[in-house]
């Protein structure tokens, strides 16, 4: 049977096929909807973990206890979860363990642009880079005999164009006979204390010796013989890009892309006249053959910043591009947080109280954009509460009351925890805002372990944000409505002035929650043509719902879309004209 | 089969479900015996921010992304946004346009006007432009929500896939209570 599955669902398929029992997650562009869509495979248990770290934890488990684990993160994610990675890389796994990455060159939607292969062959691990959806599912399947065969975790990368492009996909039946999963001690293997792990490393490097040996043989390389003149080496979906720009050359395409097959490279690069390598990000395998003493060309003529594309490969080789219309100069359309989203108060009076905003990854980094322009800093998950530690070290006494961090509620429990408790325990004088709208917003909506329900939407034991503050040990917690715009600046500025660690907590839902009795939509507001005096100051929110209505000369009024209005009634409280009410 | 590929653009606001409408052409084009693919782009943009999904079919297709100046059909959601996807397209493309503005953030702060006479520039460049008033063709297929189905429908006049595939890729992918309402709204699209 075919399906046009995305690489994200085709992993999940591969998943499915190759009997996984347990998948662990944290929710990242462009890697969520792997979790998302294996949730129809009823025999895998799968869950959210609070972040990248835990989710390999629960997938070394998972594997230690005989199971197949398959684990999968964003780039960034890796980051989190690297300290658990490089000790498994030595400890090697029971059931089969894959370590699914999802990468984003041209950062779509992340903050860098790291090259996760890097991470293979700093662990150790070998690393599969499928080209297209069919192949998504098949070396995810492959990946866990792999993994089984040769004691290894196995990393699986994927670009955005991969997890987010659709391809056919032909369906196959799960796996059978796989072992069942029980207790089987192992300690000298399992635990990492330096005389087992001294065990240990030489088995390591005796294992990616034999996997690049054996990479000819592998179910994943392929070398393909057209024109000699010009061979290249590729992988994942620049193999495809190369496939349309140079159809006539010869080209060697890895689909495991760490430990390189050497021997396979010698066969090629002596095969061909000229060779390239075309890969996005990191010169990685140029530079692995340039090592091995074969002549190269990569980055020389291609870019390391941002991702490939069939344009950018014509440049590179000098051939000649379709004409392309002139581009029309029009309006930007950024992204924007939604009408009536809870978010937007809390920045419009971060950016009245002129605060120093040390910011965090979510739907709120948003508030950096203008008109709302409340955010100075945004690193990774997690860093506003010791980026806000950090500032109040160094700055004085008045600047110090200028500093907030805000978090959201699911970034606060991925890696906020730990900034809180340095904060309250080295007494850093700073204001945390939690804004707690009770589900992972950006990546579309993913249940926590605040929101009160599971990804397999069992109910769940919720967070409670103020008790969890209180027992870190800070004093002033604060709780509001933050679509009580005078209520939010009150509460803000007493905290700020205060010389000690505070918290404030924004409890409102984001407006996208679909689950009954969470987010319930207003009635709708309008604008009062003849009281509107045109001072613009509802505008000064940026909601997508109010638009500026121009009128004869500098005059005009807004106006307001009942299509979009939530009814939130944020702008009624910025008009001094009462002139925005509910509609009749 | 011959080795032409067609390369299909769909251009619009995060929110407007283009993701759904490039769903159909893929299955589609599936279903009618072509390889497939489709790329598009999620999270951050989709907050209402500019959204463009390709679709190639035929015989094999390699990138899944269209090649710049290679579109053979842009449909656009859009106008503005259909305006700014223009040099995606070949010389001599179609194009198929929602007869609809949606002011970006700063249009609605009043900093910036919504560009008048985008229809014409349009057409200047790519003659074979087709405006559908999707909104008021929905309103007649009896939802104002279907909008997308009749601008679909408009699009398949221009694809040479045979009427039957495309209504089996809408029954597959249109929930059974929506079917109805939209089998009349691509039809409607289908006669312009």
């Not at chain 1, 492959?142 to 997890?163: G, K, N, Q, W």
């Not at chain 1, 000819?216 to 057209?226: C, G, I, M």
């Not at chain 2, 929110?15 to 009618?32: D, K, N, R």
């Amino acid at each position: 049977m075919q399906e046009i599955f995305s690489g994200n669902e085709a992993i999940a398929r591969g998943a499915h096929e190759a009997g996984v029992r347990v998948a662990s997650a944290y929710p990242g562009t462009p890697s969520t909807e792997i979790l998302e869509n294996i949730i129809q495979y009823k025999e895998i248990d799968a869950s959210w973990a609070p972040n990248e770290k835990v989710a390999l934890e629960v997938g070394i488990g998972a594997s230690f206890g005989g199971g197949r684990a398959l684990v999968a993160m964003k780039h960034v994610g890796v980051n989190v979860a690297a300290d658990p990675l490089f000790t498994l890389s030595y400890t090697g796994v029971n059931g089969g363990l894959l370590l699914v990455v999802a990468d984003d060159p041209e950062m779509h939607s992340s903050q860098n642009e790291q090259d996760s292969r890097n991470y293979a062959k700093f662990a150790k691990v070998p690393m599969l880079e499928p080209a297209d959806s069919r192949e998504c599912k098949e070396f995810t399947r492959l990946a866990f005999e792999l993994s089984e065969r040769y004691d290894t975790p196995v990393m699986l990368r994927s670009t955005t164009r991969i997890s987010h492009g659709k391809s056919i996909v032909e369906l196959k039946e799960p796996v059978t006979g796989l072992p069942a999963p029980k207790l089987v001690r192992n300690a000298a293997k399992l635990v990492m204390l330096p005389g087992n792990a001294k065990v240990r490393h030489p088995l390591v490097e005796e294992r990616m010796a034999k996997l690049s040996r054996d990479g000819a043989a592998l179910p994943f390389n392929r070398l393909e013989l057209r024109d000699t003149r010009m061979g290249v080496i590729t992988s994942g979906v620049c193999y495809q890009y190369v496939r349309e720009v140079l159809p006539g050359a010869s080209t060697l395409k890895l689909g495991m892309v760490h430990p390189l097959p050497h021997d396979l490279i010698r066969e090629f690069a002596a095969k061909v006249d000229r060779l390239y390598v075309v890969e996005e990000l990191d010169p990685f395998i140029e530079e692995q053959i340039k090592a091995m003493g074969i002549a190269v060309t990569g980055k020389e003529i291609l870019p390391i910043c941002g991702e490939l594309t069939p344009g950018r490969i014509r440049k590179a080789f000098g051939l000649p591009s379709a004409e392309t219309s002139a581009m029309e100069k029009l309006p930007g359309r950024p992204p924007n947080m939604c009408p009536g989203c809870p978010h937007r108060g809390v920045f419009f009076a971060l950016n009245q109280l002129k605060a120093y905003v040390t910011g965090d990854i979510g739907c709120y980094t948003l508030g950096f954009l203008p008109p709302l322009s409340a955010m100075d800093t945004c690193i990774c998950m997690g860093a506003s509460i010791g980026n806000a530690t950090g500032v109040v070290k160094v700055v004085g006494e008045e600047e110090r009351k200028k500093v907030v961090a805000v978090i959201g509620d699911s970034t606060f429990l991925h890696t906020g925890i730990n900034g809180l408790m340095d904060m309250v325990y080295n007494n850093a004088p700073a204001t945390v805002v939690i804004l707690d709208n009770r589900i992972t917003a950006m990546t579309g909506r993913q249940e926590n372990p605040a929101s009160g329900f599971t990804l397999m939407d069992e109910p769940a034991q919720r967070i409670d944000f103020p008790l969890l503050c209180k027992a870190l040990g800070v004093k002033h917690i604060r709780v509001v409505n933050p679509l009580d715009l005078e209520e939010t600046r009150r509460v803000l500025q007493e905290e700020m002035e205060r010389p000690e660690p505070s918290v404030i907590i924004t409890d409102k839902p984001c407006v996208l929650i679909k689950r009954e009795g969470v987010f319930t939509k207003g009635p709708v507001y309008q604008v009062n043509a003849e009281q509107c005096t045109g001072c613009r100051a509802c505008l000064k929110i940026g909601c997508p719902a109010i638009e500026w209505q121009p009128g004869e000369g500098k005059k005009g009024k807004a106006f307001i879309d009942p299509l979009l209005c939530t009814g939130c009634d944020v702008c009624r409280q910025l008009c001094k004209f009462d002139a925005i009410g509910r509609s009749k | 089969m011959s080795d032409q590929i067609t390369n299909i653009l769909l251009v619009g606001v995060g929110g407007q479900g283009i993701l759904l409408a490039s769903e159909i052409l893929s299955e589609t084009f599936m279903l009618a015996g072509f390889d497939v693919k489709k790329s598009e782009i999620h999270g951050m943009s989709q907050r209402g921010g500019s959204v463009v999904s390709h679709v190639r079919y035929g015989r094999e297709v390699f990138s899944p992304i269209v090649p710049e100046g290679e579109g053979d059909i842009l449909f656009g959601f859009e106008l503005m946004e259909t305006c700014r996807a223009l040099p995606l397209l070949k010389k001599g493309g179609k194009v198929v346009a929602n007869d609809l503005r949606i002011p970006p953030p700063s249009v609605l702060m009043g900093q910036e006007t919504y560009p008048d006479g985008l229809a014409d520039r349009i057409r200047s460049q790519f003659p074979d432009l087709l405006l559908v008033d999707g909104q008021h063709l929905a309103m007649e297929a009896g939802n104002p929500r279907v909008a997308n189905t009749v601008l679909l429908g408009a699009v398949s006049k221009r694809i040479d896939i045979a009427e039957t595939y495309w209504l089996s890729a809408l029954e597959k992918l249109v929930p059974k209570k929506a079917l109805e309402v939209n089998r009349k709204a691509f039809m409607l699209g289908r006669d312009l």
